[in-house]
């Protein structure tokens, strides 16, 4: 399996809501990121994990929370989000660090409401 | 903490032209640069890579090539075609102990006409 894999693809969600986002890779990859992208914008780097720990946090609010189960999962939960969160939020993968080769997944195109 | 400036931001070729855009990094410490083609709806998909210590990679009609003096880094593309069209981000990696992370330009909009 050569590809990262991210659910659901589309998500719209209440300012009230919890809900989460999930990632999977099954390339043996030890570093996993997630990115924010807004429309026309680079991808903005959220958060780091290496060897299933949280290594670099980009001073990004509380109301998201990254997970990693394991070294293939990792989840991305979101509570009291504001309108402004709306983004596609891009999951990474790299063999150890990004000074090797990151594999995105396909995103999910948040819409908070 | 590293700074990516990418240009220019739209660039308009006609089919079977050469396109080139270029990225300046401000951080001497960043060691590899990779370049990414987002398509419309779709994943950043990596077309080529470049580490500190080569000068230049090709892959077919793709070519990158990086002057650490000057800390610039250029993507080439000959031969251009419709299928070429996308925003094209550059990007740089800065290691310290923390770990390491990628920067991105602001991205390269090409655009290919038939």
């Known amino acids: 399996d050569t590809e990262v894999t991210q659910t659901p693809k589309h998500l719209v969600m209440g300012m009230t809501n919890k809900k989460s986002l999930k990632c999977e890779q099954h390339m043996g990859h030890r570093a996993m990121y997630w990115y924010k992208q807004k429309a026309k914008k680079p991808p903005e780097l959220m958060f780091v994990?290496?060897?299933?720990?949280?290594?670099i946090n980009e001073s990004v609010p509380s109301r998201f929370s990254p997970e990693c189960p394991n070294s293939s999962l990792l989840n991305l939960h979101l509570h009291a989000l504001q309108p402004e969160d709306s983004a596609l939020y891009l999951c990474a993968s790299s063999l150890d660090s990004p000074s090797y080769e990151q594999y995105f997944g396909p995103g999910t195109r948040l819409t908070v409401t | 903490g590293e700074n990516v400036e990418q240009h220019p931001s739209t660039l308009s070729v006609q089919e079977g032209d050469s396109a080139v855009i270029k990225c300046t990094y401000s951080d001497s410490a960043s060691n590899y640069f990779p370049w990414y083609k987002q398509e419309l709806g779709k994943r950043p998909q990596l077309i080529i890579d470049?580490?500190?210590?080569?000068g230049e990679k090709k892959d077919q009609r793709i070519a990158v090539t990086l002057n650490k003096t000057a800390k610039h880094f250029s993507l080439h593309i000959t031969e251009t075609q419709p299928e070429d069209s996308a925003v094209y981000f550059c990007?740089?990696?800065?290691?310290?102990?923390?770990?390491?992370?990628?920067?991105f330009g602001g991205g390269t909009r090409l655009m290919v006409k038939p």
């Open positions: 994990y290496s060897y299933e720990k949280l290594s």
């Open positions: 470049i580490r500190s210590n080569v």
């Open positions: 990007a740089a990696s800065i290691s310290d102990n923390a770990g390491n992370m990628l920067t």
